[in-house]
């Protein structure tokens, strides 16, 4: 494993459903992101939590809503989804004030149907 | 706003040859980073090779090394020997300290094959 953990790998969700994804890290670093992965697109940051507080919510739609209960872990809500939601959505971690780069989970791989 | 380019969305290499795959950015910043990550079909995005802009020396990490232009804004790849686990996806990215946070801009990624 590579220090990020992301659950489950897999998500089929209807457009009705509530689910939710999560992340967690035992690196100890003090900042999370979410990134959305879309096919033939840049890496989208979707938000980034430091020091457990959201510093960057990059005009997200509200169905998607993260949480961040302390430094080792992060959710991401799902509601009322639309099928251009389905992506692959990375979790990454770092420490805050490094420029070393970030180490990334593989992913939870959501379909919307 | 900065943005980061790779014109190659895919590109195949024989085994054991070298293969070079292309990234340039765009930026008026002086100080900033720049980082090539493979995606191979686990997913998980890992650090290949990392290259701080103050620097005029190549970075290299074993077989991977980049030609780092700044004057030309260009930050290419160089995978010499490749191997069939180098096959994944890549991704060029640029990194600049802003608002007491570092942010990352990705590439599109060059999808690369190595063939047997």
């Known amino acids: 494993e590579t220090g990020v953990t992301q659950t489950p790998r897999h998500l089929v969700m209807g457009m009705t459903n509530k689910k939710s994804l999560k992340c967690e890290q035992h690196l100890g670093h003090n900042a999370m992101y979410w990134y959305k992965q879309s096919a033939k697109k840049p890496l989208e940051l979707m938000f980034v939590y430091s020091l457990e507080e959201r510093v960057e919510n990059n005009s997200v739609p509200s169905r998607f809503s993260p949480e961040c209960p302390n430094s080792s872990h992060l959710f991401l809500h799902l509601h009322t989804l639309q099928p251009e939601d389905s992506a692959l959505y990375l979790c990454?971690?770092?420490?805050?004030?490094?420029?070393?780069?970030?180490?990334f989970g593989s992913g939870t791989r959501l379909t919307v149907v | 706003a900065q943005t980061v380019t790779q014109s190659q969305p895919e590109m195949s290499v024989q085994e054991a040859e070298t293969v070079t795959l292309s990234c340039t950015y765009d930026?008026?910043?002086?100080?900033?980073?720049l980082f090539w990550y493979k995606q191979p079909p686990s997913r998980q995005m890992i650090l290949v090779i990392r290259?701080?802009?103050?620097?005029?020396q190549n970075a290299t990490e074993n077989r991977f090394s980049v030609n780092f232009q700044k004057a030309a804004k260009s930050f290419s790849l160089k995978i010499s020997d490749s191997q069939l686990g180098d096959t994944a996806m890549y991704f060029c990215?640029?990194?600049?300290?802003?608002?007491?946070?570092?942010?990352?801009?990705f590439g599109t990624g060059t999808r690369l094959k190595v063939l047997a």
């Open positions: 290259q701080e802009a103050y620097k005029q």
């Open positions: 990215a640029f990194m600049k300290f802003t608002s007491g946070t570092y942010k990352y801009i």
């Open positions: 930026t008026s910043e002086n100080n900033y980073y």
């Open positions: 990454a971690s770092s420490q805050e004030g490094r420029s070393n780069g970030y180490t």
